[in-house]
Each structure stands twice: as structure tokens, then as C-alpha cells.
């Protein structure tokens, strides 16, 4: 008996091209979303938002309130000033690009809460762990002065347009809305 003119319902019949299909499409939709959670780049850098703080105590809160406001947008532009200040180097270009894809699955593309051991792990948690460990990793390869070079020179420029983008525009969502209030609404982690 032949089967001519029938449409095959699977390619393979194990299923693992299907599987593999699957996990594609599911890492597409999770780099739109994460990718969606970065603030738009023209509101951070509209120029009519820039402006010297009256003062010190308004420059703090500036600081403190762009960056959490912005910070997948300042741990995007950190990332890429220490990505080319590794070009040269290429052990450290490796290790980076490693610690990246952990940075992709474990920060920037997560739809869900990360859990450890029954508990919800903050993001800013997962921050810091994850630039300690890219930072302890990079310093182990041959390339520390071009990497402390990097990490001040993207902690100066995330700084200055910290503190100079003003904050009356910027609409604060209910995920950031405690990161940004006063010490009632503060948690510390």
C-alpha cells in the first residue's frame, strides 16, 4: 500500500526536530520580550530631557531614579563598552561571550521570576551575581587593565546620563514604583 499525496503529519518520528523547533520559537519570543523590557533608547537619550540637577541631593536622586528606571538599558551599554574593550583579547572575548549567553538566559530573556530553592530571587540580585561573576571570571585571562579601564569608563558614562536626564517625563510603572519611592517604599535586599 502507498502513501502518495499525503501530507506527512511530523518530519521525523522521534520528535526531536519538532522539539528543537520548539525551543527555537520559544527563544524568539523570549528575546522580543526581553528585548521589549529595554526602555526605548530615544527617551533615554532625548536631549530636551538633559539638564544639569540643581543641586547635589537632586543629582542623587536622579541617579537613583534613572538608574533603575533605565537599567537593562545601563547594563546593555556596560556590556558592550567592556565587549569592546575586549576585542584584542581574545581568551577574554570567549569568556565574555559565555558569560553573555548566561546574561541572555539568566537576566535579559527570562519571562518568569528566577526561583532558587522554593524562593523568588530578585533581578537586581541576579544583577549583582552575574556582574561579580563576568568581572572574578574576566579578571582570571590576561586582560585586567583593559577591564578596569572599561568598568570606569561605563560606570562615568552611565553616571553622567544618570544624573543629567531629567525624571519629570519618565512614567514610573508598578514594577519599578518601589525601587523609587521613599524610604516607606524601600526594601533593602
Do not use: Q
Amino acid at each position: 500500500m502507498t502513501n502518495y499525496g499525503t501530507i506527512p503529519t511530523s518530519s521525523s518520528p522521534s520528535g526531536s526536530t519538532s522539539a528543537s523547533g520548539e525551543y527555537i520559537s520559544r527563544a524568539k519570543e523570549r528575546i522580543k520580550a526581553g528585548l521589549g523590557a529595554c526602555r526605548p533608547w530615544k527617551v533615554m537619550f532625548d536631549f530636551h530631557s538633559l539638564n544639569f540637577a540643581h543641586g547635589f541631593g537632586d543629582a542623587l536622586t536622579r541617579l537613583r531614579y534613572n538608574t533603575a528606571y533605565f537599567r537593562m538599558n545601563y547594563a546593555i551599554i556596560v556590556l558592550v563598552i567592556l565587549l569592546l574593550s575586549l576585542l584584542w583579547h581574545p581568551i577574554s572575548l570567549i569568556v565574555l561571550v559565555v558569560m553573555l549567553a548566561g546574561w541572555l538566559f539568566l537576566y535579559f530573556l527570562r519571562d518568569e521570576p528566577l526561583v532558587l530553592f522554593g524562593r523568588t530571587v530578585d533581578d537586581r540580585i541576579v544583577l549583582i551575581v552575574l556582574s561579580v561573576v563576568t568581572i572574578v571570571l574576566l579578571f582570571l585571562t590576561s586582560a585586567t587593565t583593559e577591564i578596569l579601564i572599561a568598568l570606569l569608563v561605563a560606570v562615568v558614562v552611565v553616571a553622567v546620563h544618570a544624573m543629567l536626564r531629567k525624571t519629570e517625563d519618565l512614567h514610573v510603572d508598578e514594577e519599578n514604583a518601589g525601587l523609587m519611592t521613599g524610604p516607606a517604599g524601600s526594601s533593602s535586599a
